[in-house]
Structure formats: C-alpha cells, structure tokens
C-alpha cells in the first residue's frame, strides 16, 4: 500500500508527539520531513526519528515536492497562513487548533480550503478520536439515552502546570478560547446543534495574574442550543488532582458520562488516605491514543480520497462560540447568537 | 431527662416517616399528637406508634397544654399559617419547607418568629443533616479546599414517579420552588454567600405537560455569588437510574464531590450489563438518616435552650433566590439580585 | 406496646455502644440495668442513658426481678457462664460472639439454651444485620447470581490499631477465633452449608509479636464446602487504609461484591493524591446500624414470640470451624471435618 | 534504523492478532512471511499486511534466510519442536505461552535455548506488558506497599465463551494450565519468590462436560510462596459480566488492586440498571496494548542485543507449578514443591 509523506512543523511538546506518533505509530505514512526553527532539537528529533529532510523554514518544506501532506502544530497566531500555503503548494493539511486566532482568520481558512476541494483538511479536535468519547457519541447518535437534555463537560488543567499557563496568558486567547474549545466543539458534536445565547462568568481565584489579561483561572457558561439542549461548561486551571476532561450528557433515557474519574490506569491504591486512584498528568498521556487516531483518519482520508468528519467550518464556528462566550465573560452580560 | 412532646400534622408520605421517626428514632420525645383530614389513615397511624391524641383539626391539636412543638408536614400552603398559629399557642415549631408558597408568606412567618424569641423554629433542610453533606461542609468550613470556584448541584427524581409530578404541577411552584430550593439552601450553606445574578432555562424534554403551568421537567441556572463563586444547578425529573441528588464543590486547593453515584448501598452487582451499583430509588431512602438527624436536632435545640443553624431568614431567602430563577426561566433573561 | 426491660454487662468499646443502643435507637425496649466492674464508668454511663439500677456484679443484675432480658458485652471468657446463669435466672440472653472460648464450653451454652426452650437466645452475628450483607443474602438466596461458585471475605484491622491487638493476642485466641468467625459465619449463611476440609496459612509479616501465640498478623484459608463451594477468608491487622470487611460471590449467574471499597460516607475527594475516598475508621463506624439492628431482632423476637436465625449451634459451629483453621495453621497441612 | 524481519506462524485469534501488530503497530519491524494450513486465511491475511511470504509449511518459513525471528502463534503441541528448529535455523524466536505441553518439553526448550546464548527468545506472558500491571509491578519493587502478604489473582472468561471452552476441553491442559499460568507467571514476578506448598480444588458448577477431562469451570488455589507470602488465585469459565483479570497485593504498608473492575473504557452508564461499567469482552480487547509493547520488547532486545526479562526458564517454572496445581486439584489433597 502507498505510503503518504508528511512533513511537519513545529516541535514543542504536542508537535513532538504528533512527530513520534507518524514516524512510529501512524500506519501507511512516513514522516519525511521536519520544520523547526530550534536547530539543535530538530536535528536530534530528526536523528531519532530517522527522518531525511529538516528545513528551517515553512516555505522550504511546502516545497518538497513529494510530501503528499503538511502537519501543522506551530504557534496559533501561524496557523492560517500556514494552511493557506500549504494548500496552496499542492498538500493535504491537518492543522492543530485554532483554525486562527480571529473570526476572520477562520474564514480566511475556509476560503482557502474552500479553493482546493480536492485536498484533504482536518483541524486537531482530538477528544472526537478518544476510544471512550467515540464510544459515547455511538450510543447517544443512535438515540440510546433518547433526547439530549444537559451536556455537560469540564476541562482542567493541573496546578502544577500554572507557571506556563500565566506566562502563557498574553497570549492563549483566554480559557474560553484556549480550552474550552474543545468542549464546545464536543458539545456541537454530540448534540448536533448550534449554540442560541450564552452567559459567562468566572474570576481569578487563586492566580491575580490572568485578570491582566481580562481572563480568569477559572471560567464557565450556560448556553442553550436550537434543539433546546442546555450545555454548561467548566474550564479550569488549577485542578489539585491532575489533568481532568470529563463530559456528562443527561438524556431523556438515559445519561452517559465519560472520564468522571480521570484515571491514570487500572491501579487502585489502598493506603493512609484511603482508597485512591492515580489521576492523568496532562492531556498526553489522557489521549495518547486520541493523537494516533485522528492523524491515522486524516491519512486514511487521503488514501480513501473521502473527507474527515472535522470540517473546517467546525474551527471557525468553535472560534464564534468562544468569542462570544469571552465577550460574556467580560461583559457580564448573557448574549445572543 | 425530660421528654419532649410532640404534636405533627400531616401524614403524607413525609409526614408518615416523620411521625414514625419521632415515635421510635429520635431521642428524647414522645410523639402525643397526630393530625390528619384522613381519619383512618390517623387512627391506623397513632395505634401503630401508640399516640394519645388524634386531632382532625390542627386548632384542636395545638390546643392540646401538654404539647411542646408541633411538626408541620401539611400541604406547602398551609406552612404559613400553620407556623404562625402554633408559635401563637406557644409552641416550638418545626416546619417542613417551604416557609411559605410566596415571599409575602415567607415574610408573614419571619414576623411570627420575631414575635416568639424564646420559641425554636426550624425549617427543613434536612440535607444539611446528611452524614456526607455534613462530612463535606465541615472540610469545606475550616479551608481544607482552598477558596470555592464552582459549586454544582443536582436534584434528580427518578423518571418512574412522573406521574406523581404532572399530577402536582400546578401546586409545586415549578421545579426551582419545589426541588431547586434543596440546592440553593446548600450553595448558601457551604458558600456562606448570596447570589448576585442568575440564567435559568431548561424545557419539556420528555413530558410537555410541564409546559402548561410554564415549568419543564428538566432546568438549570447559573448563578454568580457575591464571594465569587459561580453556582450551576440542575433540577430534573427523568432520572433513568434513581433518586440522584449530587453535589460537587471545586476549590482552589481540592474539589469535593458527595454521592457522585447515587448507591443504593454498599453492594456492587457484576451481570450481564457489566459492573453495576443500584440506585437510591427515592428521598426516604436516600435520605433516611437526615430526617432523624434534623429532629433530633430540633428537639436538642428546644432541651439545651439553643437555636438551630437554620433559620427562618433562610427560609425566605431560599424562596426569594428561587423566585428568581423561575423568573429568569420565564423570560428567558438573566437577572440581578 | 410493652417495653422490655433490659440489663447489660459490660462497657467496653462495643458495650458502651450496645448500652447507647439499647438506651436511645432500640424500640419498644428500656434499659434498665447496667453492669461493670469500673463503677466510675458504671455510674457516668447510668447517669447520662438515665439507667436505674447500678451493678457491680452479674449476678446481682439478674436477680432483679423486672428484667426481661440480658444483654452479654463482658470478655469472652464469661460467656458461657453467664449466658447459663441468666437463662436459669429466667432471662432472655443475647451474647456478644463468641459462645464459649472452647467447644466444650460452646456445647454447654447449647445445653443452656436446649434447657429453656421458651428463652430467646441470640448471639451478636451483627454482619447478617448490616443493611448491605442482607440486600446481598437475598439476591443469593433467591437465586439471582446462581449456584455459588466461590465465596471470599476478608476481615481487616486497621494498622493503627495494632498495639491494642498485640496486647490483647494472648487472649484473643487468635486470628480465626478473634476476627475470621465472622466470615466463617458469613460464609455458612451465604452458602447454607457447612465445610469438608481446610488449608490454613499465614505468618507474622510486620509483626513477630503474634509468634510468641503461635498465631500471624494476617492469616487466610481456602476451605471446601459440601456443596461443593470453594470458601477463601483472610484476616488481617495490618490494613494501612482503615476498617476493611469485604465480601464477594461469584455464582454460575452473577456476582455481587459488598464493601469492596470500605467507604467512610458519600463524599470523593479529588487532590494531590488523585481521586479518593476515605475508609471507615473501626467496626463501631461500619456497622453502625447493624449493631442496631441485630438488637431489634432480638427485642422484636421477644415480643413476637419467635425464635432468632442466628442460633446456638451456629455459634458451636463457628468456633468447631475456627478452631479447625487455626490447627490447619499451626500444622501448615490441609485437615478435613 | 534497521528494521527486524519476522515470520509468524498461526493465524488463529491471537495469531491474527500478532501478525497485525507486527505489521502496523510494532516498531523497527517488518511482517515478511507468514504461515498456516488455511491457504485461504493465509493469502488473505497477507494481501491486507503487505506480506511477502505465504508459507505452508513451517519448515518453509525457517528456511528464508532474511528473516530475523519467527513469531510462534501455532497450536500449543508443536510449540518445543518449532522453538527448537526456528532457533537451530539461526533466527531469535518469540513465542506463545506454553513453552511445552509437558514439563519434559518445557526442559527440552531450555535445552535449545542454551545451545543457541546469541539468539533472543522470548515467551509471551504478555500481562507483564499491561500498562497497569507494570506500573503496579515497579510501586512493588520499590518497596512502595512494604513486604508483600497476599497476593490474590482472577483470571474469568466470559460464559458467552463456554461452547469454544468446552470444545477445546480436551486439549486445553485444564484451567490451571490454560489459564492460571497467567497468575502463576504475575505472582512469581511480583513476588520475586517461588511455592512451596498448594492446595487446588474446583468444580463443575455450571458445565459438567469439563469433568469428562478430570476439569472443572471455575478453579482455585492457595499456595505458600518461599518468602512467606500467601497466593490465591481463581480461574473460571463462567464469569457473567465480561472477560475479567484482576489482582491484588496487600502488602504491609500498602495494597493494590489491578483492574478490580475491567471496564470497557471510561465510559459510565446511567440507565434503569443503576450506575455501570460496560467491561472488556475478552483477553484481545483488555490486553490490547500488552500485546504491542510485549513485540516491541522482543524487537528491541534483538536490536539492542540484550535478553527479555521473561526467561525460558520461567516457561519451564509456570508449567511445573500448574502441573502441581493441577494434581492437588485431581487428588484433592495439599502436596509440597
């Protein structure tokens, strides 16, 4: 069978991961090239890998003629640009999140995708490829637990990480647009519906910090969807157990709830404290697996010539929808869509 | 030690398990008294517990001397005047909730209070005397969890008493009046803070009868407090499982969740369906202890002389929180406190 | 109704409870006499359960002539005789386990009971009274899981309480006699049959104290029953995380686990230690309402003239089993019944 | 980096699914031949592998010099022979449990293993490879949980898998052989020790076509291990909710339990049943990743030049004891190592 040629750009700690994950875990692919502008880490990631081309810049690598497909995890404010010439150069895209940094960078996207309909596009929602989510979003499309009634879903991010996430703050968009976007879009998904009006709200309660930023370390919304499902969302940066996504999603018939013990493993300790389980450290190790899927469905797209179930349109109504739910956020005020 | 006397009026299903807690659980009383419109149903309760007096008036029962407090577990409408006249005849009052079916009744019973400072009242918030509930919000009280974030809180009644509950909606006051109150009354409890805001929504996802009477069988709101912490509830009346009431306090230094499933007991059943607990199927079950706990809390109250944590203000401001709400649900807009 | 009129020996740990039973949980029943050798706490105890009669010697107690029944917390070693004595003194007996520190003395409190048929008798099986062991029995005993297959059950001390456990070995009688009765009875009852040999094992793992007695700090056996169900116990001292009595059934059909997590109330707490929930403390805090419960049994048995499930010979029994066990570890060979 | 050719004979199940995780999951490997009487299975399997060699003879296979290793996935009965040759033809050799059907053969597998001291061999006792089981392993290598009192192992079938069970009776070797090798392999590695004593017995419960092969459904056992520590291991055919592996070691400062509950994935169902956990349908599902990261070992002591933790000589040390298992189960006696 044909094996795709993928090059990559961008090796911080999820670019790493998504590096290993093709050159080892993916099928029907090769890593065949890596982009960084850190010289050192990518020749040695490019050693250890056994991959042939390392470029310095992006435009060298969309000019390799045989890679077949660019992956792009570089820093967010790159992404549409990047899309956009790796498109425009003749490749297939998987793109991590955002889409863009703006409402209009996200439409900028679209066009350009929208430009190359031959070409496979998929945007990183990785949670869509988590085992257990897929599992869950199985039984509740086939109307096992009847009519959606709450969605809930949370995300947080460990304590122990707050230095980054504080440095980070200036420029992550916010919790609404940094984490919660993956819940919204968990939430479009398994509901199948669009956001009507959201109220937001959320403080600085452990780390002043953020509030520089008009952010919090701690935020949530109410939000009533079309189909009059209620969606609350819960997104944190200062878990004291470790690193916790977990969805609830009442229904009519039943409810399902996925991950509502973020466990490391199978091991239950019995000790002084009692009877405990070890929790996820961070969203690696919680969708290991989560990461090998989507890449193995991009892939597997091109090879099939068929289009991923992500669309582009789903990264620029996720970007609406957290826009708006930060303009609650700082407004105080319930909106409208 | 003396033994306390006790008059209750009311033998619906609560007032059945209160008059049989008093006569055999709680210590230190003797239940005298009963009152009912149902002449059999009384005559078969008191011989069963051995009561003295069989009122069919509940004039006739707080005329009884021998009587220290009376037990209010009539219908929600006469809380008010009920109250008010058995303080009149000088006697402890403990009263089922609400304090009254409006503000203006809840208002009407604090002044009847007022009127009696050496007279015990107390409301019944029997969460507050549930071994778990109490177990959380002491860890909460002395700062084990750092500074609260988000308080969530549940009320689930299960699917298979719906009937009951069309039956009564137009008298319940919606769901925030009859279920939610149990969830406000706790998020002031263990935030020691009032609301600032409110989003309420929710719908008839399953039985539009709700919609007659402008309530649904399943809501929400999300509140902001005054300390900050941001509140979600849920009340619903279609639980597939049981009787699920849970509770989830997220702090800045630990997160405390009670009764995130709602067992039955300590049994775990491993079947064809996989690896199961069965579920509490209604609040006497769940809530068994409580009921004990609350009386006898009464009763030591009224024997060492003290007033009880809950008091009548809470009461009100319970109903006047969930008059918002209702509202809020109406119009379909936040509102400010 | 008519209240019984009981006096109990004894105010250890579990005496002072049964005396606060008895006193303020147990109905139709009064406690009206109290008897130990420590008149201090004779006399606090009377003073604060509003006991009449003060006794400084057993016999003494049952000479009063108002008692119904006496209630036997006293050590072990009493047992026998004081059940004899109060039967002949024409009382109903409940005793505390064991029946006799010997089989001998075992078979005599049988000749005890046999001698006064128209006597309740009960011992303190207070497992078969727990609300959750007796969900479980009767799933099994109608069938639900099946023809039983195997049968664990595990008896566990906390580590903390070690130096009293060390301090009392010499009188304990050891492990199978002192703590694994209790699964052994659990067993015959689950099962409804009785064993055909066992392997006993064990040692002195943190412990070598227990050496001095021939006996370990955790010991187990896997015995044979007639109905062909395998029955693996163990019991140990040395648990880090609290009180921990377990019990699992695994039948052609089903399985049911009771307490297999030995959870102090509702509450999860989530912090640096992952998701946790804390551990009952002692047998006092897990079987709380069984020790209320076995005592309604035997008041209820009174009044209603009938005869307990838990009989003599149960007792007789368990001790013949027991006592087997521990010849099976002391020889490390397997011995048949 | 270069990469291993293998050879896999067996396309049973598990050959299945070796031969895909050699050839899509398994690192620095290629799938270059495989072999099996099913002429159909075989071209099929090859032609969806990309596999160069269809091989039906094993003789066939050895005999291609490029290959570096065979994988041996065959019917247990040729497991020495096949050891033996691959190894006399020069490649290293993974194969599956059992080394040989009789503890002569096991001897005769060592023999051939130490005539060839270049070669890797490897058994597949893959649970050693569980994500779960190894970091519980490393928690009690560090002395994390203390000295090691019980060590308790489940290894259940589903009974939906009776009818395969039942069939293959005769040829399985008995529980102990078929399944309890599995705990007998876990408690020698987490005990670092061997028996000294075992008692086995069993029954057929449900299905008395085993007890035509001296067999029962649902096995047990409690052996003494050397360094004092208590085994008991159950092994049954007729486990009601899925395919269930766990186990516990309670040590003296600590316990751990793998997998006490063998949940599908981390979805929890709420529904009519109460609170669920759907569980793993059987050893491929469960062992899913053990069975990639057990090749990759193999893969990488060849690449690497180094030997597997897993010896020979533990193939050899499992059969022995389950063959002494298996005698005290069909003597029903105790009997010494």
């Known amino acids: 069978m044909k094996k795709i ?4 750009v961008g090796l911080g700690r999820l670019g790493l991961q998504h590096a290993e994950n ?21 020749n040695e990631t490019a050693d250890r890998l056994g991959v042939e081309h390392r ?32 498109l425009a150069a003749g490749k297939h895209v998987f793109s991590e999140k955002p889409l863009g940094v703006t409402v209009e ?31 869950a979003h199985q039984k509740v499309a086939s109307g096992e637990i009847g009519k959606p009634i709450l969605f ?10 707050i230095d980054g996430a504080i440095a980070f703050a200036g420029h992550s968009g916010g919790q609404f647009l940094d984490m919660a976007v993956h819940d919204i879009d968990l939430a479009r998904w398994f509901l199948n519906s669009e ?21 919090g370390d701690n935020v949530s919304c109410l939000m009533k969807f079309k189909n009059d499902a209620m969606v609350f969302l819960f997104a944190g940066r200062t878990a004291p157990h470790g690193y916790n996504v977990e969805t609830e999603i009442i229904g009519t018939k039943g409810i399902l709830r996925i991950a509502s013990v973020p466990q490391k493993n199978l091991v239950e300790i019995l000790d002084h404290s009692g009877v405990r389980k070890e929790c996820s450290e961070n969203f690696l190790e919680r969708f290991e697996s989560s990461y090998v899927n989507e890449l ?8 099939e010539e068929r289009k991923p179930s992500v669309t582009v349109y789903d990264g620029t109504r996720v970007s609406e929808i957290a826009y708006k739910c930060k303009e609650s956020f700082e407004s105080g005020t319930q909106l409208r869509f």
């Open 195 to 215: 956001p009507e009006s959201v109220t937001a709200m959320g403080g600085c309660y452990a780390h002043p910090e953020f509030g520089e930023f008009k952010d």
């Open 105 to 135: 960078e996200c439409k900028e996207a679209e066009k350009a995708v929208e430009s190359h309909p031959d070409k496979v596009f998929m945007l990183g929602f990785m949670r869509r490829f988590d085992p257990s989510y897929m599992y």
């Open 55 to 86: 470029c310095n810049s992006f435009e060298e690598m969309i000019a390799l003629e045989e890679l077949d497909a660019i992956c792009i995890v570089s820093p967010s404010g790159l992404h549409t640009a990047q899309i956009s010439a790796a």
């Open 296 to 303: 193995q469905e991009f892939v597997d797209c091109i090879l």
């Open 5 to 8: 040629k993928i090059g990559s």
């Open 152 to 161: 809930r879903s949370y995300s947080q991010d460990p304590e122990k990480f």
């Open 22 to 42: 093709i050159a080892t875990r993916v099928m029907n692919v090769e890593l065949t090239a890596l982009c960084d502008l850190n010289k050192n880490l990518l």
